[in-house]
């Protein structure tokens, strides 16, 4: 009990340390590269992703996924990567390969799809290194440059919001 109290308090602080050391430079032009990160257990509609991709005029190629699974027996095949709480050090530096290829990856959006406040998701979306970071929950507004506060069973609404937001900033 104590080790989860503490290794909970180490990573809430790292994701401080890099929020407050991330250096917002967002580059104009249109989006060619999405990132997208959620929570398998709580939402998993591949094909609503994949219009909502096809809609922001994205290639297939350049977009990567990555779920975050509470067992990692119920992961899928048709997702890219898959992470847990378990593939992160005490210091919140992850300890799996596409964890790591996934928030180095310099996307123009990353998309973080879920609405609760978890530990391994928010340490994911702050880890990134995306352009323009877009999210559904307000519960840490660090986190996100631009967040659009529905429901993730809300996907209408959210992919109209998504696309009036990115076409006022001449994203799209």
Avoid: C
């Avoid at 809430?12 to 890099?18: P, S, Y």
């Avoid at 119920?74 to 992470?83: G, I, T, V, Y």
């Avoid at 378990?86 to 596409?98: A, C, I």
């Avoid at 809300?154 to 998504?162: C, G, R, Y």
């Amino acid at each position: 009990m104590f080790f989860k109290q503490f290794r909970t308090l180490s990573l809430q602080k790292n994701i401080t340390l890099i929020l407050k050391s991330r250096i917002k430079n967002f580059q104009s032009g249109k989006v060619n590269s999405i990132g997208v990160i959620f929570d398998y257990d709580a939402y998993y509609d591949y094909d609503f992703f994949r219009n909502l991709i096809k809609d922001l005029g994205v290639m297939d190629t350049k977009v990567r996924f990555i779920a975050k699974v509470d067992l990692e027996k119920n992961k899928p095949n048709s997702w890219d990567s898959f992470f847990s709480l378990d593939n992160f050090d005490w210091l919140g530096r992850p300890k799996s390969v596409e964890i790591e290829e996934f928030v180095e990856q310099p996307f123009d959006v990353l998309i973080s799809y879920y609405k609760t406040n978890q530990l391994e998701l928010n340490l994911v979306t702050a880890r990134s290194k995306a352009n323009f970071k877009i999210g559904i929950t307000n519960e840490d507004s660090r986190l996100h440059d631009l967040t659009i506060d529905v429901e993730p069973a809300d996907t209408d609404i959210f992919k109209i919001e998504l696309i009036k937001y990115l076409t006022q900033l001449n994203r799209l």
